[in-house]
């Protein structure tokens, strides 16, 4: 299930996006809560300086409930939380020659990846990111 946080209020439509994402979550057979967080670029900016130590505003930043060598946790529906830049995302969208909701929609499956233990150090890993980002985009498209 995906909870989303509209920090902003300037996304188009928040019943959509958490349909989409609930779909999307159920196939790729993801159990647990995701919460998704729609925050502006001030805000990544600074959670990316404190927790990554890069200066400046993101896209997308993913925060796992739990990393994979936590065996001292208890097992927890939360699977973590993504925040997404709609400044970012606004900006990228324009670069991309898209909308606004096939880019939020492409960052949020791209967190959601990452929340699943993946990352993208190689070419080979990308192939997982981008397959999650299209199949988000074709269920986009049945909608």
Known sequence: ????????????????LRTILNTFLREQKILGTVTLVLCDDATIHRMNLEHRGEDYATDVLSYPTMEPDDT???????????FISLDTAEKQALTHNHDLVSEVLTLAAHGITHLRGF??????EWTTFRRAQERVLELRAKR
């Open 1 to 16: 299930m995906v909870e989303i946080l509209n920090e902003t209020n300037r996304y188009p439509s928040i019943r959509r």
């Open 72 to 82: 001292d946790m208890p097992e927890i529906d939360h699977l973590g939380d993504v």
């Open 119 to 124: 990352d993208h150090t190689t070419e080979d």
